[in-house]
């Protein structure tokens, strides 16, 4: 067949009784496959050496008394030098502090169990040790795992200063992974939830602590965080389930966490427990609204107040002066052309009675202008504007668009207690010389803007809060969901806007 085989030859004589060759024999033994196993048994056992000797983990082999048979080439980890054959391990050449480790040695090989010392240290170098026993002794391993040790501690070193960092933040701080899971929370948030830390961690998120009707709304949030399309939440608002079951609510910041190479891996939560100051903003708001409801009232009190003074100033005391000044004229008229004192005296009581009766129809007329109840909003701003002028001595230029303007009572009389509050603050601070005033339909809504060109408001006379004129001003104008602008400049004047919506009656 053309292969080659393998044959060991033996050649015999065959001799006669005298020693004479008669013949030769000769036998050939096929030994191919005993050639072939012998060559695979060389290079097993050549393998089997480099492997031995160019592993990096040291290894010695000793017999049952613990003399060393072998040793690979490895950097010598756990002596002074390389042992020889023949040496006793762990007492011809270990440091002297190790030859305690002969007896562990004695132990392994007379039990026929393994033995691991996972850290022995060996002057300044840590060492993991496997003793493993074997039919004619035992095999010696050592691993030098100084610098894995060394990195080891300082990761922990720095997760611990990491979780320093976490537990001394004010704010709850979580981590989530992929599946919802809860891989890490610091203290904070533990003590806003009420759970301790174990109690949370490979815990769902969502199904734990987000209550049911918002789970939907907030995992849509955080798919997109996990899948890039955004890449962080600054603030939004929402419960958290406490172990109790109460809803504590919380302003959250969101982003990823991602991998060195880019890949997110992780979702941050960092929240702000504020139910507190929630609350205390709801009960402030409380506290306004009943303030501000409390201060619309009486200012109707005062209103209806103000009516029925002026109209019994009016009725009652107008009318009797009109009789006693009727009485005074009669008295006059009867008495003699000789009496000229008498006569001078009943001139001078109609005129005082006049003046007095002048006097009434003004603080009736103060108290509140029958022109805005008889005549509306318009009448009663030009009245106003021409008394201001006359009783100022400022030039007080007025524009209504249009001419006639419907609104109801109460919008009415706001709009006349702003105007009349912005022309007492002008002729007590202004010092000016010219008011613009206009009244106008903008927007479905009245505004009335009052200028004028005195020394102008400042920031600071703006957010006084002794600034009570102003403050009745937008107080008037938040009760009807108006708006407010005063705004000035040293030197230029200042301006006042109000804007309320129109509802007419």
Not at 398 to 413: A, C, G, K, Q
């Amino acid at each position: 067949t053309g292969d080659r085989r393998t044959v060991l030859l033996s050649d015999n004589a065959v001799k006669d009784k005298d020693g004479k060759i008669l013949h030769s024999v000769s036998v050939q033994r096929d030994i191919t496959e005993r050639k072939q196993a012998e060559e695979v048994l060389r290079e097993r056992e050549a393998f089997n050496f480099a492997l031995f000797q160019y592993n990096p983990i040291e290894t010695v082999v000793v017999d049952l008394e613990g003399r060393v048979t072998s040793f690979n080439l490895a950097k010598k980890n756990s002596g002074d030098r390389l042992p020889n054959i023949g040496d006793v391990m762990y007492k011809d050449y270990a440091a002297k502090h190790e030859i305690d480790m002969y007896a562990e040695l004695m132990k392994c090989i007379r039990s026929g169990k393994i033995r691991r010392y996972p850290e022995r240290k060996y002057g300044d170098k840590l060492l993991s040790i496997t003793v493993s026993p074997f039919y004619k002794g035992a095999i010696i391993t050592s691993l030098d795992i100084t610098e894995r040790v060394r990195a080891e501690e300082a990761l922990k070193r720095e997760k611990e200063r990491a979780e320093e960092y976490l537990n001394i933040a004010g704010s709850m701080l979580a981590v989530v992974n992929f599946d919802e899971k809860i891989t890490m929370i610091n203290k904070k948030g533990c003590e806003i939830l009420g759970y301790n830390e174990g109690e949370l961690i490979g815990r769902n998120w969502f199904e734990t602590l987000v209550p049911e009707r918002i789970r939907g709304e907030i995992r849509g949030i955080f798919g997109k965080l996990m899948a890039g399309d955004i890449e962080l939440v600054e603030y939004y608002e929402n419960p958290l389930l406490t172990k109790d079951g109460e809803e504590r609510l919380v302003a959250f910041h969101n982003t990823v966490i991602r991998s060195p190479d880019g890949k997110i891996v992780r979702n941050l939560f960092s929240a702000e427990d504020i139910t507190e100051r929630k609350n205390s903003e709801e009960e402030l708001e409380r506290s306004r609204e009943e303030l501000r409801n409390l201060a619309d009232h009486l200012q109707s009190v005062r209103e209806e107040e103000r009516t029925t003074i002026a109209r019994e100033i009016h009725d009652d005391l107008g009318q009797t002066l009109t009789a006693l000044k009727m009485d005074i004229s009669w008295l006059g008229k009867k008495l003699p052309k000789d009496q000229e004192t008498l006569l001078e005296k009943t001139k001078a009581m109609r005129k005082l009675t006049d003046m007095t009766i002048k006097t009434v129809k003004r603080i009736s007329t103060e108290l509140r202008p029958g022109l805005l109840d008889d005549l509306g909003l318009v009448a009663a701003i030009e009245w106003q504007a021409e008394e201001f002028q006359h009783r100022m001595g400022m030039r007080c230029e007025l524009t209504v668009d249009p001419e006639e303007i419907i609104l109801d009572r109460d919008r009415s009389t706001a709009i006349f207690r702003i105007f009349q509050e912005t022309l007492t603050n002008i002729a007590r601070h202004a010092k000016a010389t010219t008011v613009s005033v206009s009244l106008k339909e903008k927007d479905s809504n009245l505004e009335l803007r009052v200028r004028d060109n005195g020394r102008g408001i400042t920031k600071e006379q703006i957010s006084d809060s002794k600034s009570f004129g102003l403050m009745g001003i937008r107080e008037r104008v938040h009760t009807w969901g108006g708006e407010v602008k005063i705004s000035g400049k040293p030197g230029e004047g200042t301006t006042v806007m109000v804007s309320i919506p129109i509802e007419t009656g």
